[in-house]
């Protein structure tokens, strides 16, 4: 095992938790463990939970770009690392930690949409930011995304660099843009797919060949820099897109049976984005006894099992609800996301995370996902604007707000100071009636 570094020191300081950087909270330290492009072994799984109930007060959280972390970390901070990169959670080197920051599909490799395959790829944009040393320089938050085509992706997370497969013919494209989201439709050009690894380099290189020591994101970069003069400076020849490129929307829900090139996948969820370690061993059970054994995470804070046997299917959902885990996109809490909330965090003016119970009593039909608590301006545990979000104001009180293209930021406030059950009755009208 490769020497740990003092618990109290981390490779570099910032603000995000890390593998090594414990982060403190008001609830504890928070451990963030980034996972290759969402992936989870189910012998890790199990180990995840270990080092929940061992080293901090059990609770694990799935983040918005399909990570893991545990939150109520006590003092055993180095016995809790150590247990960690025992079992392949961690980069090579401590300093290529912060910057993995690679979103894939859940279904990647999996989905019958998918124009491209992304993993092998994937492999090599990951190895590129762990064993580049100048890379390591970038943001904790820095982050890129590669899309390949699939029915099941987040299109609307903003990324500082994100790519997008395209077909022309027989040949396969990758498009890009920066500071954005492939669904924004905002690309700049594209490379022939052999060049990905090649442009994801060259814009890599152009940012920090540019960006002050205050411009840690690309859109904090743009917004001083042409993008222009920022394409021109790459080393590497970018082609026009095709005209009226856009990418098409991501129709499938990322809840319940979902469909693979050969088998099924099934997506559940964590209430709120929190599983006990019984959910996530009961999770890499089904993955190890009926799956291919792994788990993907996923940008809705949820957890993927592929290539189920179809004969097992009923047993799995059966076995993993009875967890607490959310198989069906029509379960009333599978509706709400929230953020960490006053139990755990100064920030929050509201205890959003039992808020989000008592609101979800009150909600009948409706998509995954589609309101969001929020215990300050932050929005943290939010992937993008959700179409109604409810930020707090005062312990138990929110406004409530509700998604326009043409409001900049949550959208348009549509009623003030609500309890959770007032918001609940106003969001289980049709949504006509909401625009009244």
Not at 4 to 31: E, F, N, Q, Y
Not at 93 to 106: C, F, H, Q, T
Not at 342 to 367: E, M, V, Y
Not at 375 to 385: D, F, M, Q
């Amino acid at each position: 095992m490769k020497p740990l570094p003092p618990s109290d020191i981390s490779p570099r300081p910032s603000a995000c938790p890390g593998l090594w950087r414990i982060v403190a909270a008001r609830d504890g330290g928070i451990c963030r463990i980034k996972l290759p492009g969402g992936l989870l072994l189910a012998d890790q799984a199990d180990a995840v939970a270990e080092a929940a109930e061992r080293f901090a007060g059990g609770v694990i959280e799935a983040t918005n770009r399909a990570n893991l972390q545990i939150r109520g970390i006590g003092a055993e901070q180095s016995g809790l690392v150590a247990h960690l990169l025992a079992a392949g959670l961690g980069p090579r080197e401590a300093a290529g930690d912060d910057v993995r920051n690679l979103m894939l599909s859940p279904l990647a490799g999996f989905d019958p949409a998918m124009l491209l395959d992304t993993r092998p790829l994937a492999g090599q944009i990951l190895d590129l930011l762990e064993s580049t040393p100048r890379f390591h320089a970038l943001s904790a938050k820095f982050a890129v995304q590669l899309d390949g085509g699939e029915g099941v992706a987040m299109l609307e997370h903003p990324h500082d660099l994100w790519l997008s497969a395209e077909q022309r013919g027989p040949e396969t494209w990758l498009v890009f843009g920066l500071a954005g989201c492939p669904a924004d439709g905002r690309a700049l050009g594209a490379v022939p797919l052999e060049q990905g690894l090649a442009l994801v380099r060259a814009v890599l290189e152009r940012f920090l060949d540019l960006a002050s020591p205050e411009q840690a994101r690309m859109r904090q970069l743009l917004a001083s820099c042409s993008v222009a003069h920022f394409l021109e400076g790459l080393a590497i020849r970018v082609s026009a897109i095709t005209p009226g490129w856009h990418r098409a929307a991501a129709g499938r829900p990322w809840l319940g049976v979902l469909p693979q090139r050969q088998g099924l996948a099934l997506g559940v969820a964590p209430p709120l984005g929190r599983l006990t370690p019984s959910m996530l061993r009961a999770a890499a059970r089904c993955a190890r006894q009926w799956g291919d054994g792994s788990l993907r995470l996923s940008p809705w804070q949820s957890l993927v099992l592929t290539s189920l046997d179809p004969a097992y299917l009923a047993q799995a959902q059966a076995d993993l609800a009875a967890t607490g885990l959310l198989c069906a996109p029509d379960h009333p809490l599978a509706q709400v996301t929230a953020c960490t909330g006053s139990s755990g965090c100064a920030k929050a003016q509201a205890d959003t995370k039992a808020d989000a119970i008592r609101l979800a009593a009150h909600l009948h039909s409706g998509a995954p996902g589609r309101v969001h608590l929020s215990g300050c301006l932050r929005s943290c545990a939010a992937a993008h604007i959700a179409p109604a979000t409810l930020l707090a104001r005062t312990p138990g009180r929110y406004d409530l707000y509700l998604r326009d293209a043409r409001t900049p930021g949550f959208g348009r406030l549509r009623a003030s100071d609500l309890t959770p059950e007032e918001a609940g009755a106003m969001l289980d009208l049709p949504t006509e009636h909401l625009d009244d």
